[in-house]
Each structure stands twice: as C-alpha cells, then as structure tokens.
C-alpha cells in the first residue's frame, strides 16, 4: 500500500468518519461563537506565516489559534474552523488539488481526535471560568490537546509522505520531531495561554503577539545561521574541486554515486543521509595541501604524499566544528583506509573501516577513474568496471564493489554524459562485461551482507 493517492483517500475517509462522530462535551454557541469568529480570523491570517525549518520543514504559527480551537471551540466547529482556514490559504496559493484534500483532511483528523479526547477529560470553559480554578483538569486539557494534535498530524504526514519518498514511517516521525518538536511546542504553549486569557479576559489576548513575533523571530534566525553554515562548508568544498579543472564537479558526482550505494546496500536512513552530506565535503581538506602538491602531474615525493595524506586529518578536525557536519567527519577522515589495512591515515582494515567510509572510497575510486587526469585519459566504464573488480577485497570492500557493479549494470548511477552507453548494442557489451565482473566479485571472499554497527545507525 505505497499509493499516494491511496493514502491521501484513506485519511480523506477517516476525516468524514471522524467529522461526523457525535462531541464528547457540548459548549453552548453564546459562550463560543465570539470565540469562533476570531479564532477563524487568526487561523486565515497565521496559515499565511510559515518559519522553514532545517531539512525541509516548516512550523506554520497558526498552530497557536488550532490549538486554542481545540480547547474553546465544541466538535465539530473546531475541525470546521481549522479545515476553512487551511482551505482558504491553500487555494490562494493554489496547492495542487490533492495536496488541499490532504491537508483539509489531515487537520479535520487532527483537530476532531483531539477534541474528543480533550472533551473527555473536561471543558477548559468550565476549567479556568471558574473560582477556583480547577488547574489539574487545565493542565491535563492542555497536554492532551498540544500532544494530540503534535502527534496525530505529524503521523498522518508521515504517511503519506513515507509514500512519496519511500523513506520509512518512523524514521520521517522521527527526523520530524527532531526539526519541529521543540517549535511547535512553543507554539502549542502559547495556544493554550490564548484559550486560558481568552475565558478570563479576551481581550488579554493581545499580549501573547509580542511572544508569538519573538518565537518567530528566533527560529528564522536559526534557519538562516544553519543554511549558511551548510553553504559556507559547501563552498570550501567546492573551491577545492575548482582549483583543479579535472575534479570539477567531482564531490557532487562522489556525493551522488554514495548515495545510490548507501540506498542500495539497505542500510539505516540515517547513514544514507550522513553518506550524502560527507560525499559531498569528503575532500574538504584538500584547502591546506599546497597547489604544487594538489596539481602535480608526476609522481609525489614521500613528504608531497604525507601532505597530501593529511587532507583526511584536516578535513574530518574542519567537519568536527559544525554540529550540521560533524556526524560525517569519521567517514572524511577514513575515505581513503583500504581493506586490507594498506591504507591511511590509520591503517584501519575490513568492517573496522566505518561503513560509511567505505561506501565514500568506492564512489571516490569510480569517479576519479572515470574522469580525466592530467597523467592519464578518463577510463572507459568497462575498464573501470575491471580495476573495481581488481581491487575488491584488497582496497575496497568487496560486497560494496558487488553493489556499485550491479547499479551499473542495471543502470541506476546517474553517470556523466561521456559514459553512458549510447546504443543498445553497446549496453548489452557493458552488462556482459559487467555481470563477469560481478560474478568474480561475488565468488571473492565468502562475505555477502554488510553489518551496520548500532553506534553508525546512532550517529546523526
Ligand atoms: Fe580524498
């Protein structure tokens, strides 16, 4: 059931089953039409206000009137607000259709399952109006309310975005509540200070701008520090690419071939992220080796290779100073180790190479390979397919090589233009030499699976 029009149907039904479940407490319309009005009002206005979060999210501030909707305003009024709000804002924007149903759909589930559950444990009106105030069942409505609605919208995302991106269930809830739980909390909070001063005293409610702008404020602030520190290390690692005319472009196509390894090999969709982002900055060192050494067509001398050596060193002590980095720095610092131990700059050998490092030197070898240099011509993909095959088990892990030979063959790697078989004829040359590499390889050494350690899983 990977659909995504499937999904969206699914939590569509369930929002017309919900819409029409009888409330769980009933408000009389004096006390909460007012209420209702302006709670519509904020909710249209606000829908308009969205904080982009790292990584793609963004934390809307009309969570603020949604929450307060769900304890002043009787079921199904509340759905009916939330979904006008978000109805009206959507076609303004001109959301594709499915994405209104969706959305509409999703915040009816969200808006009515909390309100149950809130009408349920008590009715804030009662709550807070009287003397004196009942502030268990306050507490415990707003906890439910802010949690309810966290929790039950970011699952219906999640399944259909997990749909769409074929990224697993938990993993999106989870890199979710990494991005949005502490802002959303926020927010939360100040719709459930709303609906307290709302009872007591509505107009009170004007205060509760200063700390909802301030809220704002500072997660556009963060945003934008973090999106200048992912460019600031990017564009360190791209002045090394540019520095030599022959590795342009190179760590974007390293970055590329590791992904599709790392999504192959089925490992944890934190790793693949971690692979991704190191691909990309894995020769960030590189900055401190010298032009002489860097660019040099001949063979280095034994201190030239010790300089160049330490762009490992160099690059994984730069990465570990950004947080956003620092979880790939172990693969930058062990991208060039061998699996036999022959490598640098420790000598590490077989899976006490980090996984992730090894799927980094595989796409590294296949790139620099397959692309000109000053000494040699690019090789063709049938003679690369051969050296990969040469040094699987010796200087590259040889279930990885298995795994890059088969996205070849199978013509999974976004290649540069000048590699791709033209004719069909040529494709069916390069899946026969392929398959006999592959063959050679998985006759190797007897290893079959990789093994991703806990601590790698854990690391982002
Ligand atoms: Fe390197």
């Not at 309310?145 to 989870?174: D, K, P």
């Not at 899976?351 to 590294?364: F, N, S, Y």
């Amino acid at each position: 059931m990977r659909s995504v029009p499937l999904r969206v149907a699914i939590v569509g039904l369930v929002a017309v089953v919900v819409l029409i479940t009888p409330p769980t407490v009933r408000i009389d319309s004096s006390v909460w039409l007012p209420a209702a009005i302006v709670l519509t009002l904020l909710s249209i206005g606000l829908e308009f206000i969205t904080v982009s979060l790292p990584k793609g999210g963004a934390l809307s501030l009309a969570t603020i009137p949604h929450v307060a909707t769900i304890l002043l305003l009787p079921h199904p009024v509340a759905a009916a607000s939330v979904a006008l709000a978000v109805l009206v804002e959507e076609m303004i924007h001109r959301v594709a259709v499915m994405k209104i149903i969706f959305n509409v759909s999703a915040y009816v589930v969200t808006i009515s399952v909390a309100s149950h559950l809130v009408g349920l444990i008590g009715n804030a009106w009662i709550a807070a109006g009287h003397t004196p105030r009942d502030v268990f069942t306050l507490a415990a409505l707003f906890v439910v309310a802010g949690l309810t609605y966290y929790l039950v919208n970011g699952a219906l995302v999640a399944f259909v975005v997990s749909a769409a991106t074929q990224r697993r269930f938990l993993f999106l809830l989870r890199i979710n509540a990494r991005n949005t739980g502490l802002s959303e909390l926020g927010a939360a909070t100040v719709g459930m200070l709303f609906s307290a001063l709302w009872i007591i005293e509505p107009a009170w409610t004007v205060v509760l701008a200063f700390p909802a702008a301030v809220i704002a404020r500072s997660l556009q602030y963060i945003r934008q520090l973090e999106s200048e520190t992912r460019d600031a290390v990017k564009s360190i690692a791209e002045i090394v690419d540019h520095r030599d005319p022959n590795t342009y472009h190179h760590s974007e196509r390293v970055a590329s071939y590791a992904l599709a390894l790392a999504e192959e090999l089925d490992v944890s969709d934190d790793l693949i992220e971690i692979v991704e982002q190191a691909g990309l900055v894995h020769d960030l060192g590189k900055v401190a080796v010298p032009d002489r050494v860097l660019l040099k067509p001949t063979p280095l001398t034994d201190d030239e290779r010790a300089a160049m050596w330490t762009h490992t060193t160099v690059g994984a002590a730069i990465l570990r100073k950004f947080r956003l980095f620092a979880p790939g720095a172990d693969i930058v610092l062990h991208h060039h180790e061998n699996f036999d131990g022959t490598g640098y700059p420790d000598g590490l050998a077989g899976e006490g190479i980090p996984l992730g490092a090894r799927i980094v030197a595989v796409a590294d070898a296949f790139d620099a390979m397959t692309s000109n240099r000053p000494y040699r011509r690019a090789l063709t993909l049938e003679e690369a397919l051969s050296r990969l095959r040469d040094g699987s088990g010796a200087q590259w892990d040889p279930v990885i090589v298995g795994n890059m030979i088969r996205l070849i063959i199978e013509e999974r790697l976004d290649l540069p233009e000048h590699l791709r078989p033209r004719t069909t004829a040529r494709r069916r040359r390069l899946q026969i030499a392929a398959s006999v590499e592959l063959s050679a390889v998985a006759a190797d050494p007897g290893r079959t699976a990789i093994h991703e350690p806990a601590a790698q899983e854990a690391a982002l």
